[in-house]
């Protein structure tokens, strides 16, 4: 039974949001979807219904197949401790609290990525609650079109009510963190730059500027021992050292501004520095796996992505002439440049798929897929 409080829906089955979804559109409200918070960028109005699925937070591990089967509350620590006594890994977020749902649709950039891809690729199968109130099951077998759009595409196409994904042969990693002078900034960040056009696609890194210090950030998914001294030759200390997966906690950083980079030239190398000496900014290294084919996740040739984690005067003007143009969903708080996130073809392709399976736009907070698939 379905019990209205403030048009908000607690769903702790499938069926509840089915009945939800079905409320939603007998009454010409928008719905909103609340699994964990991660990807959710709009509050509650006189119009909308949020269905939340918190507490389907089921997590099941078939280690035969490497496949997790999740609820769309489930959280990626979740999967992490129930996949380890397998020796099996997902392509987990930056911290074990972020949503394995709200994260994967988004794309899903982790610290396996530059080995295994975004999250968004691995998936192999979902089941979701369309406009119409129908369960369906999506894969590259049923509902192809609506399968792609959910790889990257976002939450407006339906509500996920379970997610299967490929999950991958990783026990231990090596992971930490290197510093660096910080008087050294942009020399650091040139040696950074040059390292990666050879670095193993086995080795995810970060620079990190702040105005105390320059930092690296390390996890490789196989031995790379070679390949990332050379990257620290020059630290003054590192943290370095082989564990389980689950306790390679690397962390992120909070975009304000966010930049793609298609390369990262000499001239780039100023405004970053000067900005890190007013907030930090992150430069991550993209590549390997990623540039693989896929769902919409868009900007896959992207070789470096630059966070700022504050509004610094300037920095975006001074980086322009050096970025795509390209944001990345998970990344992006501000819902009007939601077509940024995508190639205008791939932003036309989903517009036809919302257009197929919601065309009453019935899924049209956060970040919207207009029915025409043009901004």
Same mark, same amino acid.
């Given at each position: 039974?379905?019990?209205?409080?403030?048009?908000?829906?607690?769903?702790?089955?499938?069926?509840?949001?089915?009945?939800?979804?079905?409320?939603?559109?007998?009454?010409?409200?928008?719905?909103?979807?609340?699994?964990t918070g991660h990807g959710s960028h709009e509050t509650l109005g006189d119009d909308v219904l949020r269905v939340t699925t918190t507490e389907m937070n089921e997590?099941?591990?078939?280690?035969?197949?490497?496949?997790?089967?999740?609820?769309?509350?489930?959280?990626?620590?979740?999967?992490i401790a129930a996949a380890a006594p397998y020796g099996l890994a997902p392509l987990a977020g930056s911290h074990p609290d972020v949503g394995v749902t709200g994260?994967?649709?988004?794309?899903?950039?982790?610290?396996?990525?530059?080995?295994?891809?975004?999250?968004?690729?691995?998936?192999?199968?979902?089941?979701?609650?369309?406009?119409?109130?129908?369960?369906?099951?999506?894969?590259?077998?049923?509902?192809?079109?609506?399968?792609?759009?959910?790889?990257?595409?976002?939450?407006?196409?339906?509500?996920?009510?379970?997610?299967?994904?490929?999950?991958?042969?990783?026990?231990?990693?090596?992971?930490?963190?290197?510093?660096?002078?910080?008087?050294?900034?942009?020399? *650091?960040? !040139?040696?950074?730059? $040059?390292?990666?056009?050879?670095? +193993? #696609?086995?080795?995810?890194? @970060? /620079? &990190?500027?702040?105005?105390?210090?320059?930092?690296?950030?390390?996890?490789?998914?196989?031995?790379?021992?070679?390949?990332?001294?050379?990257?620290?030759?020059?630290?003054?200390?590192?943290?370095?050292?082989?564990?389980?997966?689950?306790?390679?906690?690397?962390?992120? *950083?909070? !975009?304000?501004?966010? $930049?793609?980079?298609?390369?990262? +030239? #000499?001239?780039?190398?100023? @405004? /970053? &520095?000067?900005?890190?000496?007013?907030?930090?900014?992150?430069?991550?290294?993209?590549?390997?796996?990623?540039?693989?084919?896929?769902?919409?996740?868009?900007?896959?040739?992207?070789?470096?992505?630059?966070?700022?984690?504050a509004q610094v005067p300037g920095v975006a003007e001074a980086l322009a002439p050096f970025a795509n143009g390209g944001a990345f969903l998970n990344f992006l708080?501000?819902?009007?440049?939601?077509?940024?996130?995508?190639?205008?073809?791939?932003?036309?392709?989903?517009?036809?798929?919302?257009?197929?399976?919601?065309?009453?736009?019935?899924?049209?907070?956060?970040?919207?897929?207009?029915?025409?698939?043009?901004?």
């Open positions: 039974m379905i019990q209205l409080a403030d048009y908000v829906v607690e769903a702790r089955h499938a069926s509840e949001v089915i009945g939800a979804v079905r409320t939603a559109a007998e009454r010409g409200l928008a719905l909103n979807v609340w699994a997590v099941h591990i078939d280690p035969a197949r490497r496949v997790a089967r999740v609820g769309p509350g489930a959280r990626w620590g979740q999967v994260y994967t649709l988004g794309g899903g950039l982790g610290w396996l990525s530059r080995r295994y891809g975004f999250a968004a690729d691995s998936v192999l199968r979902a089941e979701l609650v369309t406009a119409d109130g129908r369960l369906i099951t999506v894969s590259p077998d049923e509902h192809e079109d609506l399968f792609w759009a959910i790889r990257g595409g976002g939450g407006g196409f339906g509500v996920v009510t379970a997610l299967e994904f490929q999950l991958h042969p990783v026990a231990q990693v090596t992971a930490g963190t290197a510093t660096f002078p910080v008087e050294r900034a942009a020399e *650091t960040l !040139a040696a950074y730059r $040059d390292w990666c056009a050879s670095a +193993p #696609d086995e080795v995810s890194t @970060a /620079l &990190v500027l702040t105005p105390q210090a320059v930092t690296v950030k390390v996890m490789c998914a196989a031995p790379a021992e070679r390949a990332v001294r050379q990257l620290l030759a020059s630290s003054i200390t590192d943290t370095l050292t082989t564990m389980p997966f689950g306790r390679a906690a690397m962390g992120g *950083t909070a !975009a304000q501004h966010l $930049d793609l980079l298609p390369e990262l +030239p #000499d001239a780039a190398i100023p @405004a /970053l &520095v000067q900005a890190g000496r007013q907030a930090t900014v992150e430069v991550r290294h993209w590549g390997g796996a990623l540039a693989l084919p896929g769902g919409p996740v868009s900007h896959r040739d992207t070789r470096f992505s630059v966070i700022v984690n708080s501000d819902t009007s440049r939601t077509a940024t996130a995508y190639t205008s073809g791939d932003f036309r392709r989903l517009g036809e798929v919302k257009r197929a399976y919601d065309p009453a736009d019935l899924f049209r907070t956060g970040h919207r897929i207009p029915l025409r698939g043009t901004p």
